[in-house]
T-cell receptor
Framework: EAQVTQNPRYLITVTGKKLTVTCSQN?????MSWYRQDPGLGLRQIYY???????DKGDVPEGYKVSRKEKRNFPLILESPSPNQTSLYFC?????FGQGNEKLFFGSGTQLSVL | EDQVTQSPEALRLQEGESSSLNCSYT??????LFWYRQDPGKGPEFLFT???AGEEKEKERLKATLTKKESFLHITAPKPEDSATYLC????????????FGDGTTLTVKP
């Protein structure tokens, strides 16, 4: 089954304790992206990757890191989480470049609470 | 800076009562405009991609249209299962890969 898998689904942590949210896709997609969604708001892009070893900042990259060493994986790293990073996080992936009806496939989300 | 504004913020319809959702955008060259549906606690689900003004796409009771400044999502004879939040997003051709989402329209369809 084609899917984007995020783990964990829920995470409660404390300020300053480094954490990683994993994201994996099995569709051989070139493009992957991370978003955060706060109550009543749409998605804001954190980082995106057009292909392996290529990453770029979105609108809200401060406090986050990413890496794209393999095509299928795109982990989101919070080196020193703070309470304002409490949010619902989504990973997404898609084909790019002349694929016509491009569309993002989203994971199920990770609800992060930083105390 | 790319911007997307969706209206109304919330819309309540009776079953069978057709209506439209609006997505106004400003972008430095439009690579694509996307519509997604999001159910509570779930990831967005793709509906449509529109690439150029005048383009239209349909799927069941939904029809998306695009002009140079806005997009509409028309819902014909909605059913309660159409209740969801509908998100609009744009991607700039000058900054491929960077996407901007609107805050969404929450649609409630009463039986």
């Amino acid at each position: 089954e084609a899917q984007v898998t995020q783990n964990p689904r829920y995470l409660i942590t404390v300020t300053g304790k480094k954490l990683t949210v994993t994201c994996s896709q099995n569709m051989n997609h070139e493009y992957m992206s991370w978003y955060r969604q706060d109550p009543g708001l749409g998605l804001r892009q954190i980082y995106y990757s057009m292909n392996v070893e290529v990453t770029d900042k979105g609108d809200v990259p401060e406090g986050y890191k990413v890496s794209r060493k393999e095509k299928r994986n795109f982990p989101l790293i919070l080196e020193s989480p703070s309470p304002n990073q409490t949010s619902l996080y989504f990973c997404a992936s898609s084909h790019r470049f002349g694929q016509g009806n491009e569309k993002l496939f989203f994971g199920s989300g990770t609800q992060l609470s930083v105390l | 800076e790319d911007q997307v504004t969706q209206s109304p913020e919330a819309l309540r319809l009776q079953e069978g009562e057709s209506s439209s959702l609006n997505c106004s955008y400003t972008v430095s060259g439009l690579r694509g405009l996307f519509w997604y549906r999001q159910d509570p606690g779930k990831g967005p689900e793709f509906l449509f991609t529109l690439y150029s003004a005048g383009e239209e796409k349909e799927k069941e009771r939904l029809k998306a249209t695009l002009t140079k400044k806005e997009s509409f999502l028309h819902i014909t004879a909605p059913k309660p299962e159409d209740s969801a939040t509908y998100l609009c997003a744009v991607e700039s051709s000058t900054n491929a890969g960077k996407s901007t989402f609107g805050d969404g329209t929450t649609l409630t369809v009463k039986p």
